[in-house]
Protein backbone atom coordinates (compact mmCIF):
# COMPACT_ATOMS: atom_id res chain seq x y z
CA UNK A 1 0.00 0.00 0.00
CA UNK A 2 0.97 3.74 -0.07
CA UNK A 3 3.51 5.18 1.99
CA UNK A 4 4.23 8.83 2.90
CA UNK A 5 7.18 10.04 4.65
CA UNK A 6 7.61 13.48 6.13
CA UNK A 7 10.94 15.64 7.02
CA UNK A 8 11.79 17.34 9.25
CA UNK A 9 9.90 16.15 12.04
CA UNK A 10 10.53 19.69 14.12
CA UNK A 11 10.97 23.38 12.44
CA UNK A 12 11.59 25.65 14.43
CA UNK A 13 12.08 29.34 12.05
CA UNK A 14 11.99 32.96 12.99
CA UNK A 15 9.24 35.13 12.14
CA UNK A 16 9.09 36.67 8.55
CA UNK A 17 11.66 33.28 7.60
CA UNK A 18 10.51 30.80 5.34
CA UNK A 19 9.84 27.29 6.03
CA UNK A 20 10.02 24.52 3.65
CA UNK A 21 8.45 20.65 4.83
CA UNK A 22 8.91 18.06 1.90
CA UNK A 23 7.07 14.28 1.49
CA UNK A 24 7.83 11.54 -0.40
CA UNK A 25 5.25 8.39 -1.26
CA UNK A 26 5.51 5.38 -2.65
CA UNK A 27 2.89 4.63 -5.18
CA UNK A 28 3.18 6.01 -8.34
CA UNK A 29 -0.92 5.75 -8.71
CA UNK A 30 -1.29 8.09 -5.80
CA UNK A 31 -2.84 11.42 -7.95
CA UNK A 32 -3.80 13.83 -4.98
CA UNK A 33 -1.79 15.45 -2.87
CA UNK A 34 -3.14 18.11 0.27
CA UNK A 35 -1.55 19.61 2.83
CA UNK A 36 -3.22 19.93 6.53
CA UNK A 37 -2.84 22.52 9.66
CA UNK A 38 -3.45 21.04 13.09
CA UNK A 39 -3.52 23.39 15.76
CA UNK A 40 -3.34 21.70 19.63
CA UNK A 41 -6.48 20.37 20.50
CA UNK A 42 -8.31 20.43 17.21
CA UNK A 43 -9.06 18.78 14.10
CA UNK A 44 -7.41 18.89 10.77
CA UNK A 45 -8.15 21.86 8.52
CA UNK A 46 -7.11 21.81 4.83
CA UNK A 47 -4.33 24.45 3.95
CA UNK A 48 -3.69 23.56 0.61
CA UNK A 49 -3.90 20.75 -2.08
CA UNK A 50 -2.37 19.41 -5.39
CA UNK A 51 -3.38 17.05 -7.93
CA UNK A 52 -0.96 15.20 -9.97
CA UNK A 53 -1.67 16.92 -13.37
CA UNK A 54 0.19 20.15 -11.96
CA UNK A 55 3.58 20.93 -10.72
CA UNK A 56 2.84 24.29 -8.39
CA UNK A 57 -0.18 25.82 -6.69
CA UNK A 58 0.14 28.75 -4.58
CA UNK A 59 -2.39 30.44 -2.43
CA UNK A 60 -0.96 33.89 -0.80
CA UNK A 61 1.93 32.81 1.30
CA UNK A 62 2.02 28.91 0.82
CA UNK A 63 2.78 27.22 -1.96
CA UNK A 64 2.81 23.66 -2.91
CA UNK A 65 5.02 21.68 -5.93
CA UNK A 66 5.04 18.51 -6.82
CA UNK A 67 7.82 15.93 -8.97
CA UNK A 68 5.63 13.27 -10.04
CA UNK A 69 8.82 11.58 -10.98
CA UNK A 70 10.81 11.67 -8.17
CA UNK A 71 7.70 10.78 -6.13
CA UNK A 72 8.15 13.69 -3.64
CA UNK A 73 5.68 17.07 -2.94
CA UNK A 74 6.71 20.23 -0.54
CA UNK A 75 5.01 23.07 1.44
CA UNK A 76 6.74 26.31 1.10
CA UNK A 77 5.50 28.59 3.53
CA UNK A 78 6.95 32.35 2.97
CA UNK A 79 7.01 35.01 5.64
CA UNK A 80 6.04 32.58 8.40
CA UNK A 81 4.09 34.55 11.38
CA UNK A 82 3.86 33.30 14.97
CA UNK A 83 -0.13 32.08 13.92
CA UNK A 84 1.66 29.38 11.98
CA UNK A 85 2.68 27.74 14.15
CA UNK A 86 1.30 24.19 14.43
CA UNK A 87 1.60 20.77 13.05
CA UNK A 88 1.48 20.34 9.33
CA UNK A 89 0.47 17.05 7.66
CA UNK A 90 1.16 16.35 3.96
CA UNK A 91 -0.94 13.25 2.40
CA UNK A 92 -1.59 11.24 -0.48
CA UNK A 93 -4.44 10.10 -1.93
CA UNK A 94 -5.18 7.10 -3.13
CA UNK A 95 -7.53 6.27 -5.56
CA UNK A 96 -9.02 2.34 -4.61
CA UNK A 97 -12.12 0.65 -5.18
CA UNK A 98 -13.80 3.87 -6.31
CA UNK A 99 -12.77 6.23 -4.09
CA UNK A 100 -9.93 8.33 -2.35
CA UNK A 101 -8.24 7.08 0.45
CA UNK A 102 -5.69 9.67 2.37
CA UNK A 103 -2.40 7.88 3.85
CA UNK A 104 -0.52 10.67 5.92
CA UNK A 105 2.72 11.36 6.67
CA UNK A 106 3.94 11.51 10.25
CA UNK A 107 4.01 15.31 10.92
CA UNK A 108 5.97 18.02 11.03
CA UNK A 109 5.85 20.63 14.31
CA UNK A 110 6.63 24.19 13.12
CA UNK A 111 7.01 26.89 15.84
CA UNK A 112 7.55 30.38 14.13
CA UNK A 113 8.96 32.75 17.07
CA UNK A 114 8.60 36.15 16.76
CA UNK B 1 -18.05 21.65 2.02
CA UNK B 2 -19.25 19.39 4.98
CA UNK B 3 -19.92 19.45 8.23
CA UNK B 4 -19.57 16.70 10.66
CA UNK B 5 -20.74 16.45 14.25
CA UNK B 6 -18.40 14.15 16.37
CA UNK B 7 -19.56 13.19 19.66
CA UNK B 8 -18.42 12.29 22.46
CA UNK B 9 -15.89 14.67 22.54
CA UNK B 10 -13.60 13.30 25.36
CA UNK B 11 -14.36 10.57 27.35
CA UNK B 12 -13.24 8.12 30.31
CA UNK B 13 -13.51 4.52 30.62
CA UNK B 14 -13.09 1.31 32.44
CA UNK B 15 -10.74 -1.48 30.32
CA UNK B 16 -13.10 -3.71 29.43
CA UNK B 17 -15.57 -1.71 28.50
CA UNK B 18 -16.47 -0.31 24.92
CA UNK B 19 -17.25 3.25 23.66
CA UNK B 20 -19.38 3.98 20.76
CA UNK B 21 -17.84 7.41 19.17
CA UNK B 22 -20.90 8.97 16.03
CA UNK B 23 -20.52 11.34 13.24
CA UNK B 24 -23.01 12.88 11.59
CA UNK B 25 -22.57 14.90 8.63
CA UNK B 26 -24.78 17.66 7.17
CA UNK B 27 -24.81 16.43 3.40
CA UNK B 28 -24.87 13.06 2.41
CA UNK B 29 -21.38 11.88 1.49
CA UNK B 30 -20.80 7.98 -0.26
CA UNK B 31 -17.68 7.24 2.08
CA UNK B 32 -16.47 8.00 5.86
CA UNK B 33 -13.53 7.45 7.38
CA UNK B 34 -12.25 6.62 10.46
CA UNK B 35 -8.57 7.27 11.75
CA UNK B 36 -6.62 7.30 15.46
CA UNK B 37 -4.30 9.95 16.32
CA UNK B 38 -2.44 9.08 19.23
CA UNK B 39 -0.51 11.93 21.30
CA UNK B 40 2.09 13.50 19.18
CA UNK B 41 1.41 11.16 16.00
CA UNK B 42 0.48 11.47 12.67
CA UNK B 43 -3.18 10.07 11.64
CA UNK B 44 -3.82 6.46 11.12
CA UNK B 45 -6.62 5.24 8.95
CA UNK B 46 -8.60 2.45 10.98
CA UNK B 47 -11.37 1.58 8.77
CA UNK B 48 -13.69 3.02 5.98
CA UNK B 49 -17.44 3.13 5.94
CA UNK B 50 -19.18 2.77 2.83
CA UNK B 51 -23.12 2.66 3.49
CA UNK B 52 -24.63 -0.76 3.34
CA UNK B 53 -21.47 -2.85 3.13
CA UNK B 54 -19.46 -4.05 5.54
CA UNK B 55 -16.25 -1.86 6.41
CA UNK B 56 -13.14 -1.96 4.83
CA UNK B 57 -10.40 -2.58 7.65
CA UNK B 58 -6.81 -1.21 7.31
CA UNK B 59 -3.79 -3.74 8.37
CA UNK B 60 -3.36 -4.24 11.91
CA UNK B 61 -7.55 -3.41 12.57
CA UNK B 62 -10.02 -5.93 12.56
CA UNK B 63 -13.81 -5.46 12.74
CA UNK B 64 -13.99 -7.50 16.28
CA UNK B 65 -12.74 -4.50 18.11
CA UNK B 66 -13.37 -1.44 15.64
CA UNK B 67 -17.08 -2.24 15.00
CA UNK B 68 -18.55 0.33 12.74
CA UNK B 69 -22.05 1.22 11.53
CA UNK B 70 -23.04 3.15 8.34
CA UNK B 71 -26.73 2.67 8.53
CA UNK B 72 -27.13 5.93 5.75
CA UNK B 73 -25.52 8.45 4.00
CA UNK B 74 -25.24 10.79 6.31
CA UNK B 75 -24.52 9.04 9.69
CA UNK B 76 -21.20 6.49 11.11
CA UNK B 77 -20.39 5.09 14.25
CA UNK B 78 -17.08 3.78 15.51
CA UNK B 79 -17.09 1.19 18.74
CA UNK B 80 -14.25 0.60 20.31
CA UNK B 81 -14.21 -3.05 22.12
CA UNK B 82 -13.24 -4.35 25.36
CA UNK B 83 -11.03 -1.73 25.56
CA UNK B 84 -7.29 -1.64 27.10
CA UNK B 85 -5.34 2.03 28.00
CA UNK B 86 -3.29 1.35 24.49
CA UNK B 87 -6.54 2.23 23.51
CA UNK B 88 -6.16 5.21 24.25
CA UNK B 89 -6.31 8.35 21.65
CA UNK B 90 -7.92 10.48 19.67
CA UNK B 91 -10.20 9.31 17.38
CA UNK B 92 -11.33 11.31 14.18
CA UNK B 93 -14.05 10.63 11.55
CA UNK B 94 -13.70 11.96 8.21
CA UNK B 95 -15.40 12.12 4.68
CA UNK B 96 -13.94 12.79 1.41
CA UNK B 97 -15.67 13.73 -2.12
CA UNK B 98 -15.29 11.73 -5.17
CA UNK B 99 -11.78 12.69 -7.44
CA UNK B 100 -12.23 15.59 -9.87
CA UNK B 101 -15.57 16.75 -7.96
CA UNK B 102 -14.56 17.51 -4.37
CA UNK B 103 -11.55 15.97 -2.86
CA UNK B 104 -11.04 18.04 0.30
CA UNK B 105 -11.60 15.79 2.90
CA UNK B 106 -13.41 16.99 6.20
CA UNK B 107 -12.91 16.09 9.78
CA UNK B 108 -15.31 15.60 12.72
CA UNK B 109 -13.75 17.24 16.20
CA UNK B 110 -11.99 14.20 17.37
CA UNK B 111 -12.95 11.93 20.50
CA UNK B 112 -9.93 12.08 22.79
CA UNK B 113 -10.26 8.67 24.52
CA UNK B 114 -8.62 7.73 27.81
CA UNK B 115 -9.05 4.16 29.61
CA UNK B 116 -8.39 3.67 32.94
Known sequence: ?114 | SAVISQKPSRDICQRGTSLTIQCQVDSQVTMMFWYRQQPGQSLTLIATANQGSEATYESGFVIDKFPISRPNLTFSTLTVSNMSPEDSSIYLCSTIGLPDVDTEAFFGQGTRLTVV
Do not use: M
Not at chain 1, 22 to 29: E, L, N, P, Q, V
Not at chain 1, 38 to 64: F, M, T, W, Y
Open chain 1, 1 to 114: GENVEQHPSTLSVQEGDSAVIKCTYSDSASNYFPWYKQELGKRPQLIIDIRSNVGEKKDQRIAVTLNKTAKHFSLHITETQPEDSAVYFCAAALFSGGYNKLIFGAGTRLAVHP
